[in-house]
């Protein structure tokens, strides 16, 4: 099992542009969300998926866009850069019915 | 106001020493609360705490829920330089979102 998988790494970006941040799991998770963490803040969850085709807000949602189309997969989208969204985001996915979550190995992002 | 709150925000200590880190919560409908160390990358998850589960131990670790005091500690025995990480407290009040502290940063020094 590769567990939760995140692309890119790395990723700079000019204010304004649009990007998606990918996600991916093997272990048939269906619950998958989305955070932010920043120096000094912690974790801030950003959207999360209960399973396929559900799809709902969490503490930091603008300027995000998520979709669930398959148990595997749940994107991020930024739909127009801004320097606030400089940060390290991390996917995570754990079984319904358990809190215990798994993380993937983040992307840092830079928007300028 | 946060609903997550860890104490120390950072330790230094030598190795060897016992240190506890803080975890404190103030949520409506407690589930569980979790642990987790995160080194350069991932947060890796250590032990998750209930209801019916309010002590856990594993090697040097061990953690322990008060609900009265709404409250967890979580202990580290003979610590050692690879114990040097940002340990983060998570809260479940409703469904499955994790209501993280900012974490406590550890560094253990030879």
Not at chain 1, 59 to 84: H, I, K, M, Q
Not at chain 2, 44 to 57: A, D, Q, R, V, Y
Request: glycine share 8%; charged share 15%; net charge neutral.
């Amino acid at each position: 099992n590769a567990g939760v998988t995140q692309t890119p790494k790395f990723q700079v970006l000019k204010t304004g542009q649009s990007m998606t941040l990918q996600c991916a799991q093997d272990m048939n998770h269906e619950y998958m969300s989305w955070y932010r963490q920043d120096p000094g803040m912690g974790l801030r969850l950003i959207h999360y998926s209960v399973g396929a085709g559900i799809t709902d807000q969490g503490e930091v949602p603008n300027g995000y866009n998520v979709s669930r189309s398959t148990t595997e997969d749940f994107p991020l989208r930024l739909l127009s850069a801004a320097p606030s969204q400089t940060s390290v985001y991390f996917c995570a996915s754990s079984y319904r019915g358990t809190h215990e979550q798994y993380f993937g190995p983040g992307t840092r992002l830079t928007v300028t | 106001e946060d609903k997550v709150v860890q104490s120390p925000l950072s330790l230094v200590v030598h190795e060897g020493d016992t240190v506890t880190l803080n975890c404190s919560y103030e949520v409506t409908n407690f589930r569980s609360l979790l642990w987790y160390k995160q080194e350069k990358k991932a947060p890796t998850f250590l032990f998750m705490l209930t209801s019916s589960g309010i002590e856990k131990k594993s090697g040097r670790l061990s953690s322990i829920l008060d609900k009265k005091e709404l409250s967890s500690i979580l202990n580290i025995t003979a610590t050692q330089t690879g114990d040097s990480a940002i340990y983060l407290c998570a809260v479940v009040d409703s469904g499955y979102a994790l209501n993280f502290g900012k974490g406590t940063s550890l560094l253990v020094t030879p």
